[in-house]
């Protein structure tokens, strides 16, 4: 068992006491200890018979590390078992269902002993939750929303997810004999912001013969947390995880490689007209190779280059395959030079312990150095998220102190002095202006009343922009992946207001969060919107996401030109105070 398995467990065993009433205080210390695995570096499973060393993890006590012992000998936890067999395991489906607290399901559950989401739609559907206290029939068309948008979304995966598990199945083979490589295809190497099967290649001598086949198919089939074998034939194996992804694994000769990537990477739609082309031309595309109608001969298969080329086109990088004006981008060498993780000089969106941060000024830092950047920013929150512990004003000058300390001690990086300041339900900022002033950057971000009427909503974020404190939007449309949809605004009366104003839009690297998605960063670009590509890093370990945050940016078609954090840190720090774009207007 892993931390991220170990963080679950404990997240669901809060959900379900807070279902049940519990004491808060234990409710907190189990999601404090989940906080806690998710983001220590090293796995509990190496020191869980130590005492000491699970003690010396932040937010873990003697009860958590006893919790921790049981999980990993017993593989399961009998606190979670009883609250499982008290209200069964649907009723953790139901907590997924945005607009469905602990506090309603647990009214619904007393009212009718319903808890999974079925049951709850019928009640819905059938007017009968309305009965309830402070439920309502508007109340229930939006559960009745929420949940065909569940729905929806059910048995895909978060894009850091499927990428977590490609990695472990990689690391789980590569020492095999034979095995060359293992190489993610599908809907995660085009970087989709949600994954559904993932598909992996496996190529080398290890396909060359039965035998060694046979070899390979067994090992993959020995990965631990296979929960059912789907298919199994010579050159492919077909599994269900416990956690409900689909994986298919192909076995490839190194001739028929690129010919494979570029039919299981897709998009089902570039492919189409990828073969219509083809066929125009003469040839036949499929996994195995380009082949010339006339004479039946391949003549291109081993790399998509050579595929791409062969039929008049640039290489298309995979982020873009999605049949959006690619193919003919590349027939005219159109394409865009995407931007790279290589280009990025700073990450600029940052919490510490200050608020809801698990490091320090200092550990930031030192991470955003290790990992080359030449600037960050330290970013916590403002004083309305009470829960993160937010900053009024008198703590948020004490904090600019103590960021304008650690930059004088820490050589090799800029350490700028900045905020995300909540964006209130009529468009102010939470903090004064007197001390925003004092900031080197402003992430002005919503993270409540989000239901407002895009009417609303679109003057709110209107009212930020004319502030001239405002450096970047943070996470502009406000959603979370799998459960939240984003709030909705006029689009291009927020994109436009922020062009001229000089405000940049962030993209959130944040795996649950992505955001702006691709279309709406496209739609921002074609306004002349700015943008800056953040982490929104509560550990040091998650500065790491930014490569999800970079995949979005391409499937956007961005460029180097686009981004601001790929300038110069004295450059970047003019831009966020809003100052060339002021000198450029009064020009």
Known sequence: ??????????????????????????????????????????????????????????????????????????????????????????????????????????????????????????LASEGKLRTLPRLSEKSEQKILKAIESYRQLTGRFLLSVADDIARK??????????????????????????????????????????????KVIERILSFPGILEVLGKGENKVSFKLRSGMQVDVRLLLPDSFGAAMQYFTGSKNHNVTLRQRALKQGYTLNEYGLVRVEDNKRVAGKTEEEIYKKLGLAFIPPELREDCGEIQAAAEDKLPELITLADLQGDVHMHTVETDGKCTIEEMALAARQHGYKYMAITDHSKNLAFANGLDDKRAEAHIRKIRAAAKQIE?????????????????????????????????????????????????????????????????????????EGFVFDYDKVFSAAAKAGVAMEHNAYPDRLDLRDQHLRMAKAKGVKFVVNTDAHHTSHIENVRYGVMQLRRAWLGKQDVLNTLPAAHFAKMMRRVLPLLEEAS
């Open 1 to 122: 068992m892993d931390n991220k398995a170990i963080a679950t467990i404990f997240y669901e065993t809060a959900d379900l006491m807070k279902v049940a009433s519990a004491d808060p205080f234990r409710i907190r210390s189990y999601e404090r200890a989940a906080e806690a695995l998710e983001g220590w570096p090293q796995q509990v499973a190496e020191i869980y018979q130590d005492e000491k060393a699970l003690l010396a993890i932040p937010g873990i006590g003697k009860g958590m590390a006893a919790n921790i012992r049981e999980l990993m000998t017993e593989g399961k936890l009998a606190s979670h078992e009883e609250m499982l067999q008290k209200f069964r395991p649907s009723m953790l489906e139901l907590l997924k269902i945005s607009g469905l607290g602990p506090k309603t399901i647990a009214l619904i559950w007393d009212a009718f002993q319903v808890c999974d989401v079925d049951g709850v739609a019928k």
């Open 169 to 214: 199945i990689t690391d789980f083979l590569k020492d095999l004999p034979g095995v060359e490589k293992v190489t993610p295809a599908g809907s995660l190497r085009r970087g989709r912001e949600t994954v559904g099967d993932l598909d992996l290649l496996v190529t080398g001598k290890c396909c060359d013969n039965d035998a060694q086949r046979n």
């Open 412 to 484: 090799g990086i800029r350490i700028f002095a900045g905020i995300e300041v909540d964006i209130l339900a009529e468009g102010e900022l939470d903090l004064s202006d007197s001390v925003l002033e004092q900031m080197d950057l402003v992430i002005a971000s919503v993270h409540s009343h989000f239901n407002q009427e895009p009417a609303q909503m679109t003057d709110r974020l209107l009212r930020v922009i004319e502030n001239p404190n405002t450096s970047i939007m943070g996470h502009p449309t406000g959603r979370m992946l799998l459960r939240r």
